[in-house]
T-cell receptor, first 113, second 113 residues
């Protein structure tokens, strides 16, 4: 089954404790992206990747890191989480062409206390 | 000017009625348009894509595109309570920098039984 898999689904952590949210897709998509979604603010892009070893900042990259060592994986790293990073996070993938939709993972609800 | 705009709602319609959701966009050269449905706390799910002016029907859903007026609509016929969700419009915006698709903030639809 074609899918984007994120883990974990739920995560509660404390300020400053490094964490990684994993994202994997099995569709051989070149484009992958991370979004956060907060009430009233819609989807905001954190980082994106056009291909292996190619990553770039989105609209809200501060406090986040990513890597793209393999085509299928695009982990999101929070080196020192803060409470303002409490949010619902989505990973998405696609072909990166103008006619291509994005396919979303199931989401990760992160709470930083 | 916001690149993709949607009325946030909520849009309330009675069960069995037609729900009409609208989206306007800023780039006259946009070529691809997508509608996603998002239930509360869940990931966006692609329900329709449209690329040419006119109507495209899929079951109870009809997407309408008018490139001259720069708007795209989603009609839901025979609305059901299970259609209650937030509907996101996504458009490929040239020179958006970050992403092949730009998302609106979504319109919340409530279907009243």
């Amino acid at each position: 089954e074609a899918q984007v898999t994120q883990n974990p689904r739920y995560l509660i952590t404390v300020t400053g404790k490094k964490l990684t949210v994993t994202c994997s897709q099995n569709m051989n998509h070149e484009y992958m992206s991370w979004y956060r979604q907060d009430p009233g603010l819609g989807l905001r892009q954190i980082y994106y990747s056009m291909n292996v070893e190619v990553t770039d900042k989105g609209d809200v990259p501060e406090g986040y890191k990513v890597s793209r060592k393999e085509k299928r994986n695009f982990p999101l790293i929070l080196e020192s989480p803060s409470p303002n990073q409490t949010s619902l996070y989505f990973c998405a993938s696609g072909w990166g062409r103008v006619d291509s939709p994005l396919h979303f993972g199931n989401g990760t609800r992160l709470t930083v206390t | 000017q916001k690149e993709v705009e949607q009325n946030s709602g909520p849009l309330s319609v009675p069960e069995g009625a037609i729900a009409s959701l609208n989206c306007t966009y800023s780039d006259r050269g946009s070529q691809s348009f997508f509608w996603y449905r998002q239930y509360s706390g869940k990931s966006p799910e692609l329900i329709m894509s449209i690329y040419s002016n006119g109507d495209k029907e899929d079951g109870r859903f009809t997407a309408q595109l008018n490139k001259a007026s720069q708007y795209v609509s989603l009609l839901i016929r025979d609305s059901q309570p299970s259609d209650s969700a937030t509907y996101l419009c996504a458009v490929n915006i040239r020179n958006s920098g970050n992403t092949p698709l730009v998302f609106g903030k979504g319109t919340r639809l409530s279907v009243i039984a």
